[in-house]
């Protein structure tokens, strides 16, 4: 189990990112993973702000850009992961006809990837 560096023993590194993450998320807690990360506060730090730049306003809707993340989590196998995304795109609005119709295609996508690799299928020059 991972050391969890909790607000009250941060240092003033921690805290400054733990805050940004509160404010921006409307909270006053933070999550796990954020307190696992908060071992190497240079790592956590750029991690926070790299997730921020990705997931902040842009041509993808918010909503899309948590179905995206939790699509990239469930085919890595993070159960953390794909745990707090489909909670953040419930909260941004993915409907249970949305989620189901995401995990039919991360099922599919997953074997039909698995297939196309199994059979070394040459990709199409059309593909290219």
């Not at 607000?7 to 933070?30: L, N, Q, S, W």
């Not at 993915?94 to 698995?114: F, H, P, Q, S």
Request: a negative charge.
């Amino acid at each position: 189990m991972p050391k969890l560096v909790e607000y009250a023993d941060a240092g003033p590194a921690v805290r400054a990112v733990y805050d940004a993450i509160m404010a921006a998320r409307g909270t006053t807690e933070v999550n796990n993973f954020w307190k696992a990360l908060a071992v190497d506060p240079p790592g956590l730090k750029r991690t926070w702000e790299s997730l921020s730049q990705v997931m902040a306003p842009g041509v993808l809707s918010p909503v899309m850009k948590e179905m995206l993340y939790l699509a990239a989590s469930m085919t890595s196998g993070c159960a953390y992961c794909t745990a707090s995304h489909a909670a953040a795109a419930r909260a941004k609005g993915m409907t249970d006809a949305e989620y189901g119709e995401l995990l039919a295609i991360v099922g599919m996508a997953a074997e039909t990837n698995r297939l196309a690799e199994a059979l070394r299928v040459p990709v199409d020059p059309q593909f290219e």
